[in-house]
T-cell receptor
Framework: IAGITQAPTSQILAAGRRMTLRCTQD?????MYWYRQDLGLGLRLIHY???????GKGEVPDGYSVSRANTDDFPLTLASAVPSQTSVYFC????????????FGEGSRLTVL | GQNIDQPTEMTATEGAIVQINCTYQ??????LFWYQQHAGEAPTFLSY??LDGLEEKGRFSSFLSRSKGYSYLLLKELQMKDSASYLC??????????WGAGTKLIIKP
């Protein structure tokens, strides 16, 4: 089934540890995004990539890094996790040539202790 | 600053009609989106408005007034499965999406 795959779906992590959330899409969309979603807040953009080889900072980029080596993959890395990074993380992609609607992965629930 | 406002929670009865409002103040406007998100799941696309007026898609309709910075999502013939959060998002002049916090819709039998 075409779409976006995220891994892991859930993870408990000790503070200070490094963690990479994986995201792969097979729709050949140019743009990809990482959001975090916290209770009572809207989706907040962490980083984005408009095309392979380029990335940009979103609203809340501190403590996170991304890479876009190819069209399909867009991993998000927490270099040294902190409890405030406990959240649900969604990867999304869009075809900027159309309406630009976002297609979301199923989410990764991360708990930092 | 940029801001999207929508009610935190609404309650409606199965079979009825409900209107979820969204007001926005953004740096430019390149379209407004509505997404549905069931608890514990990912958001899914419902509708897109870029011109003023009403877009109808089955039981769901979305309205936009750019001059008023206002949109609403209208859900008709409510079903229990419509219990979800509804997210309003505006694409600004930098082509970035600004998201509201979402409206949790509770459907009662």
């Amino acid at each position: 089934i075409a779409g976006i795959t995220q891994a892991p779906t859930s993870q408990i992590l000790a503070a200070g540890r490094r963690m990479t959330l994986r995201c792969t899409q097979d729709m050949r969309h140019n743009a990809m995004y990482w959001y975090r979603q916290d209770l009572g807040l809207g989706l907040r953009l962490i980083h984005y990539s408009n095309t392979a080889g380029t990335t940009g900072k979103g609203e809340v980029p501190d403590g996170y890094s991304v890479s876009r080596a190819n069209t399909d993959d867009f991993p998000l890395t927490l270099a040294s996790a902190v409890p405030s990074q406990t959240s649900v993380y969604f990867c999304a992609s869009s075809d900027r040539g159309s309406t630009g609607e976002l297609f979301f992965g199923e989410g990764s629930r991360l708990t930092v202790l | 600053g940029q801001n999207i406002d929508q009610p935190t929670e609404m309650t409606a009865t199965e079979g009825a009609i409900v209107q979820i409002n969204c007001t926005y103040q953004t740096s430019g406007f390149n379209g407004l989106f509505w997404y549905q998100q069931h608890a514990g799941e990912a958001p899914t696309f419902l509708s897109y408005n870029v011109l003023d007026g009403l877009e109808e898609k089955g039981r769901f309709s979305s309205f936009l007034s750019r001059s008023k910075g206002y949109s609403y999502l209208l859900l008709k013939e409510l079903q229990m499965k419509d219990s979800a959060s509804y997210l309003c998002a505006v694409r600004d002049s930098n082509y970035q999406l600004i998201w509201g916090a979402g409206t949790k819709l509770i459907i009662k039998p």
